[in-house]
């Protein structure tokens, strides 16, 4: 018997974050996330869906910065069912979902120094939030096991402070440099409400259930 062992199997490509990794058999308890941007970052970083690299959206038209690391669950698709669930939860008419995975904060003591990462996380809130029609939920989240926050189990759990600036960040990061300065229209962004884990949850298989109905696998 040879002692050479067989090499390792190479993947020739890496897995579309969006598309080619799993959001976890646990979901949605505990999900996977992709993180694209960290409170580092002085410009607004996000996954580009052809290509699956992280590309550079857009600066920043204030200083502030995401207080905590975000980024997106894979497998999830902001659809019909996110649209109607924040409609009804509202009372409006005419919600869309905004096209796109759902965005999730992760909260961690432990500095993340980069985007372009996968974490696993725990849902334990989010907020409702709205950009003109368009539902674009955003779930907060700690990272599993993590020495400070990893024993939070709702949103109550977090100080009263981290939510509002959070909150804070959610309305202005989409704000664009000059906007009202040459006729543009200001976006209408708006936070209806703050809700907690269970559901967080649902809106989590909500989002999975539009990913599915939306996105047939190729492989």
């Known amino acids: 018997m040879s002692d050479t062992k067989a090499p390792t199997p190479v993947v020739p490509y890496q897995a579309h974050p969006w598309h080619g990794i799993s959001v976890g058999d646990c979901a949605p308890d505990i999900?996977?996330?992709?993180i694209e941007m960290v409170p580092t970052d002085t410009v607004?970083?996000?996954v580009d869906k052809r290509s699956g690299h992280l590309k550079l959206d857009r600066?920043?038209?204030?200083?502030s910065q995401c207080p905590a690391p975000y980024g997106f669950i894979p497998q999830t698709y902001c659809g019909e069912r996110c649209g109607q669930y924040a409609g009804d939860k509202t009372g409006?008419?005419?919600i869309i979902g905004d096209g796109d995975p759902l965005d999730i904060c992760v909260?961690?003591?432990r500095t993340i120094n980069?985007?372009?990462?996968?974490?696993n996380a725990r849902p334990i809130g989010g907020y409702r939030m709205f950009d003109g029609n368009e539902a674009d939920d955003k779930i907060l989240a700690v990272l599993c096991d993590d020495p400070a926050y990893g024993a939070f189990r709702t949103?109550?759990?977090c100080p009263r402070s981290l939510v509002e600036r959070l909150r804070h960040y959610f309305l202005t990061y989409k704000d664009m440099p000059g906007q009202n300065g040459h006729g543009q229209t200001p976006r209408r962004v708006e936070i209806t409400d703050i809700y907690d884990a269970d559901e967080a949850r649902h809106i989590i298989?909500?989002?999975q259930a539009d990913y599915q109905a939306s996105f047939r696998p190729t492989w």
């Open 114 to 119: 980069h985007g372009g990462v996968l974490v």
């Open 107 to 109: 909260l961690s003591e």
């Open 92 to 94: 409006r008419t005419g």
């Open 31 to 34: 999900v996977a996330s992709f």
């Open 155 to 157: 949103i109550a759990d």
């Open 59 to 63: 600066p920043q038209k204030f200083s």
């Open 205 to 207: 298989a909500l989002s």
């Open 44 to 46: 607004k970083y996000e």
